[in-house]
């Protein structure tokens, strides 16, 4: 997978750069704006594939007795194998869980990202062989109206029960139902982010990004987007990962992807530790 889009994407970004830049993330060095690039590189679908990326559905519900939210969404080329990557977090935690995984028919298996070098290594870089989604902890059946299952891991066992709330789709005419929030896969300690993705004239794209502070649990900050083209939070081949976070002299820097094929960038937001605001970085 990742040959075939470095292949498709020669035009689009410089073979050296691309390559010191994954060297980079090997070496666990700092990410800032060159990540970003990386992630364009090796997740940028080519121009004739632009639209039809997304097939979403979130969902509210239950692991055992613990209230969760939980993001999914659909796409046969995600590599390695992988046809289902989504994000849930636990209500009273609010930290987002990155999962893949892989649908036969209704039904999924889904895995969890346990930390950031096994992110690297599934979600970004990927791999020639498929996944192995033995032992992963989701195992559920989706319905039209909601999904059903268990969540397992070494001794621990709790049913899943939980209701479809919102879904958008963007590989047709393009269609939202219900309010679409994207849970970022993009977290800082105090916050996480989530993405309000609405349709306009020119399509569906994100139309203001929310900053959820965890330990409050609520939004502390809303960020909207100048936006004619509607390209926000439209780039990335997960949607998840149209929000990304880095950090620069000790600060926190939350980057928005924006599509636009060739022409695809990022805004940085940059944390302002007094005002506990992030403002577009000049």
């Known amino acids: 997978m990742i040959d075939e889009l470095r292949s498709a994407t020669d035009d689009l970004c410089d073979a ?28 940028m679908p080519t121009e ?42 636990y209500d009273a935690k609010q930290s987002p869980i990155a999962i893949y995984g892989t649908a036969d028919g209704s039904r999924l298996t889904l895995c969890e990202i346990a930390d950031d070098k096994q992110f690297q290594r ?15 902890p989701f195992s ?14 070494d001794t621990d066992k709790f049913p899943v029960t939980l209701k479809k709330v919102a879904s958008l ?22 916050d996480r982010f989530a993405g309000i993705y609405t349709t306009s004239d020119a399509g569906i794209c994100m139309t203001k990004m929310q900053v959820i502070n965890k330990k409050k649990k609520k939004v502390v900050q809303e960020i909207g987007f100048d936006d004619e ?20 002299g000790g600060k926190d820097i939350i980057s928005v992807n924006f599509g636009g094929g060739k022409f695809a960038s990022a805004d940085d937001y940059v944390l ?11």
């Open 16 to 43: 050296g750069v691309r390559q010191a830049i994954l060297t980079r993330l090997d070496e666990g060095i700092g990410m800032g704006r060159g990540f970003i690039t990386a992630v364009f590189c090796l997740l």
């Open 48 to 89: 004739n594939a632009v639209a039809g990326l997304y097939q979403v559905e979130n969902y509210e519900g239950s692991i055992g007795p613990n209230p969760v939210h939980l993001s999914l969404q659909r796409y046969a080329h995600f590599g390695s194998g992988i046809t289902v990557e989504g994000s849930y977090f």
């Open 122 to 136: 599934v979600l970004v870089m990927g791999s020639k062989t498929p996944v192995d989604t033995a032992g992963c």
């Open 140 to 153: 559920l059946d989706v319905g039209e109206s909601g999904a059903t299952g268990n969540w397992s891991k």
């Open 169 to 190: 789709d963007d590989t047709g005419e393009g269609k939202i139902d219900g309010t679409v929030e994207i849970p970022f896969w993009a977290e800082t300690a105090s």
């Open 229 to 248: 083209d509607c390209n926000a939070g439209m780039s990335t081949t997960p949607i998840y990962m149209n929000v990304q976070k880095w950090v620069e």
């Open 272 to 282: 302002n530790p007094k005002t506990k605001k992030y403002h577009l970085k000049k």
